[in-house]
Nanobody, 124 residues
Framework: QVHVEESGGGLVQAGGSLRLSCSASGHPISAYSMAWFRQAPGKEREFVAGIRRVSGIVYYTDSVKDRFTISRNNPKGSVYLQMNSLKSEDTAVYYC?????????????????WGRGTHVTVSA
């Protein structure tokens, strides 16, 4: 069973950048497809980006394409989310999630392993 933990959140001005990290322990991260979700106040948790466990193919929600980049470093047991050109609407708690399937699912209920989240606040 894998345990994941996020870090790297904070307060940033609109147009700025942040890099989130997700560290995994307990089981090799290479066995999991990984994803980032976010949840803004009063809203449902939504898929942001995902990366497949074998091929490394990446997926993004439309609102972050060309601004966010997901990557993984299996030997280090880590997944990253580089966020550029941040907007106020990116403000949310960001969660790292792991799934044993080879595909990347866009629904939160598909993931069995979650971190506690890291807060990202983008000021206008």
């Amino acid at each position: 069973q894998v345990h994941v933990e996020e870090s790297g959140g904070g307060l940033v001005q609109a147009g700025g950048s942040l890099r989130l990290s997700c560290s995994a322990s307990g089981h090799p991260i290479s066995a999991y497809s990984m994803a980032w979700f976010r949840q803004a106040p009063g809203k449902e948790r939504e898929f942001v980006a995902g990366i497949r466990r074998v091929s490394g193919i990446v997926y993004y929600t439309d609102s972050v394409k060309d601004r966010f980049t997901i990557s993984r470093n299996n030997p280090k047991g880590s997944v990253y989310l580089q966020m550029n050109s941040l907007k106020s609407e990116d403000t949310a708690v960001y969660y790292c999630a792991a799934d044993l399937r080879s595909s990347v699912e866009r629904t939160a209920s598909s993931y069995g392993y979650w971190g506690r989240g890291t807060h990202v606040t983008v000021s206008a």
